[in-house]
């Protein structure tokens, strides 16, 4: 590999994904979680304990970039679970070299909440950035679902929205 090349670590992607977003997306689903959302999380099964069992995979940002823009179908990139904040230097490597090339939509599924996100300082430095959606809240057990108009989709628990940051 060269000096140059931008390396991620993920669990899987999603060329045409048609369930996150209003729009076709990509979606590339990230490896870590600190498993801080419902307490009741721990003692049962995990929504996502089989995507937190898959290998880790190593992937090229560049040629997941130019995977991305041949795609005519796709319009958006969708991070998600396990937490993609808790691969943030990952994360924030995508999203500034995806910047370079396209301006499409960036959703970024995160349990933590807005207050989080901005103690954290990636909420500030997010907002550097284009067309940046961040659905936030933790999945807490035994709620209803709720239909979320950014988004386009119904979110798991109503404690749960999405909120375009720029």
């Known amino acids: 590999m060269g000096e140059h090349t931008k390396i991620m670590i993920l669990k899987g992607i999603i060329d045409e994904d048609f369930l996150n977003y209003k729009k076709i997306a990509m979606t590339l689903e990230f490896p870590y979680c600190s498993f801080k959302c419902d307490k009741e999380c721990g003692q049962q099964v995990c929504q996502n304990s089989e995507l937190a069992a898959a290998p880790n995979i190593d992937v090229d940002i560049d040629d997941l970039i130019v995977s991305y823009l041949h ?7 969708v991070c998600q679970g396990l937490e993609p904040f808790d691969s943030w230097e990952d994360l ?23 207050e989080e996100l901005e103690q954290s300082g990636y909420l500030t430095k997010l907002k550097n ?38």
């Not at 807490?140 to 950014?150: F, G, K, L, M, R």
Request: aromatic letters at 14%.
């Open 71 to 77: 795609n005519p179908l796709t319009d958006a990139v």
């Open 92 to 114: 924030y490597k995508f999203i500034d070299t995806f910047r370079k090339s396209c301006k499409h939509d960036i959703v970024i599924y995160t349990g933590y909440t807005k």
């Open 129 to 166: 950035y284009d067309n940046i959606i961040l659905k936030m809240g933790r999945y807490i057990t035994n709620q209803p679902s709720c239909y979320d108009s950014v988004l386009g989709v119904t979110l798991a628990s109503n404690n749960q929205y999405a909120e375009r940051i720029n």
